[in-house]
């Protein structure tokens, strides 16, 4: 029998099963010991499975076996119990502290000794008898195996009992399904964002199950840019709890260009009873109506190759402009006969115009020598002439078409 000392110290428990927040619950080991499945009849671990999970009719009971393992270097006494399910925060899978009542699973669990003493490097397998009670509603229903070493309480050096001490405890899921009419149905919550001092932003998201069964779900938010492409996909898959509504806060980290972003939830279940979420064909998909639309400013890298790629843009803006003008000017150039061979460097300096220029609108190549009576493209202007001229020009077309103001005279006060 447990003495109410120890009953009073179970409370303070570091209570390490809440971090049961995944779809497949691993039982694990903390500090060198912990609970496995174990196979009865063959007297070994169930390796293929992490959990315990059982379909029960009504008013019938199910024989099995948990393992309790010692691995550390000492020889240790065990504390094995079960316990009924509870709710986290978030919506996840936690289970009930020692003391408090068993109303569902935890009451339904017998174990046929709930204390073991374990050599170091042993193990030891306890049988146990789930009985289901012939009024309980249909569908899942979950609670824990846990194991806990047992203390003595430490003296002090006057020979008092320094008090409560704290114990750790590791455990194990049990999930029971009852038949009947099972239902597996989620529906999409809240979707909400906020910004962190960092930056980043933060994705508030839930999911509600409004079924009878738990149910295992793929849920992302979509982060696409302007341009419609996925810039970040965040979140995972998640059990969601028969009955609970489970809570996510995903973190997107800053965007490195920064920009205007949209934003979707997304959640993939499969609603059929033994479903699940590998047979990708069957799975239904549940989009948030919302989309979230935000702006992020880029980081201080992000910002310093945006201002560099800007300026090279704006620099080969630049330099097409001025190929283009060259070009709208050669178009201009009329042809001239050569009266006698003469090198067109000389032609350069006649019509004022860069030689090499002059030979590559002519396709004129080396030595670069021109022969009398051909013919070549010469300026009929300056370049700056030109662009003068034209400049010119677009001002007398823009003063022609723009709209006259009427003048209105003002009448005379006697």
Known sequence: ??????????FLLVFLVSSFL??????FEYGGFGLRPADLENGTVRKSDSAFSYDIDL???????LMVINNTKVKKTFS????????????????KQFGENKIEVGSWIKL??????????TNEIIPFTISIPAKTDSGEHDGCFLIQEKKDDTVDKNNKKSGIQLSIRTGVRVSITIPGDLIKKISLGKFEISNKQDGSFVFNSSIKNSGNVSVNTDVNVIVKNILGITHKTVGGEFIVLRGETSVWNFELPKPFWGGFYTARLVAKYNP??????????KLKILESEKEISFFSFPTAKGLMFEIIILLFITFNIYLLSIWKKRQNWIGTWKKHTVARATNIKVLAEKYEVNWKLLASVNKIKAPYMVDSKDEIKVPDDLEEDYNKKRISMINKVKSITSPKKKLTKKKKTK
Request: net charge negative; hydrophobic share 25%.
């Open 1 to 10: 029998m447990i003495n109410k000392r120890y009953l009073t110290s179970s």
């Open 80 to 95: 094995v119990y079960a316990a009924d399910s509870v709710s986290s925060t978030d919506g996840g899978f936690a289970c």
């Open 22 to 27: 995944i779809p497949t619950v691993k039982a």
């Open 59 to 65: 008013g019938s009971s199910k024989r099995d076996g």
């Open 272 to 281: 059929n009873i033994k479903g699940d979420l590998k047979d990708e064909s």
């Open 112 to 121: 046929d000794k709930n204390e073991v003493e374990l050599d170091p490097g």
